[in-house]
């Protein structure tokens, strides 16, 4: 596996990734107090999506999931702050839903049918901003279902820590926060292979 996982990082810098690593999932800290920052006002898409708590698997149901896994790809684009902070952020956290399907398409047909992506940020901004999510409307399906994914957080990762344990440098961005001040934004999408 470990071949396919070198090739899978590379395919992640060629599909416009700043940086990507392969980890162990051990490395990953599922925590249920992190959910609580995808409540509103800090996340306008709680209770929106089915990808987004209190909708999405909740933290004790991924850690029983996790177990089936060993390695993950976690990759990272840099992002400007001020693109962070204005209505251009959806096109970034486009750019990593757009990157985690592709890698895990890729690690599917390369024979780990059980591989699961997960993304930055609620998909509700990034795919449906004019409509209602429509996975929540009477149990119909996703508009988006091939593309759309729970982000790290709406499971419950912490997703700082990560960044911090594999080495990237990462800083508390929020609505408040003076562009100028903030050095710079990362946003990160993961691959767990299986």
């Not at 899978?8 to 599922?30: E, P, V, Y």
């Not at 959910?35 to 929106?48: D, K, N, S, V």
């Not at 508009?143 to 419950?156: C, F, H, K, V």
């Not at 003076?178 to 999408?189: F, I, M, N, R």
Request: net charge negative.
């Amino acid at each position: 596996m470990s071949t396919f996982l070198e090739e899978l990082k590379q395919n992640a810098l060629d599909l416009g990734a700043n940086d990507a690593k392969i980890i162990s999932t051990d490395m990953i800290s599922i925590q249920d107090e992190i959910i609580e920052l995808c409540r509103e006002p800090l996340c306008e898409g709680f209770g929106t999506s089915i990808n987004c708590p209190p909708h999405a698997m909740i933290p004790a149901e991924f850690r029983k999931e996790i177990k089936g896994f060993h390695n993950a790809l976690l990759f990272k684009t840099d992002v400007a702050p001020e693109i962070l902070l204005s209505e251009k952020r959806h096109e970034a956290f486009r750019k990593i839903y757009e990157i985690v399907i592709q890698l895990e398409t890729l690690a599917m047909q390369g024979g780990y049918s059980q591989s699961r992506g997960l993304a930055a940020g609620s998909c509700k901004p990034v795919f449906c901003t004019d409509y209602d999510c429509q996975a929540l409307i009477d149990g119909a399906s996703c508009r988006y279902d091939d593309q759309a994914r729970p982000s790290m957080e709406a499971l419950g990762i912490n997703v700082f820590k990560l960044i911090e344990d594999v080495g990237w440098e990462i800083h508390h961005l929020t609505c408040e926060s003076d562009p100028a001040s903030v050095p710079g934004g990362v946003l990160a999408g993961l691959v767990l292979v299986a």
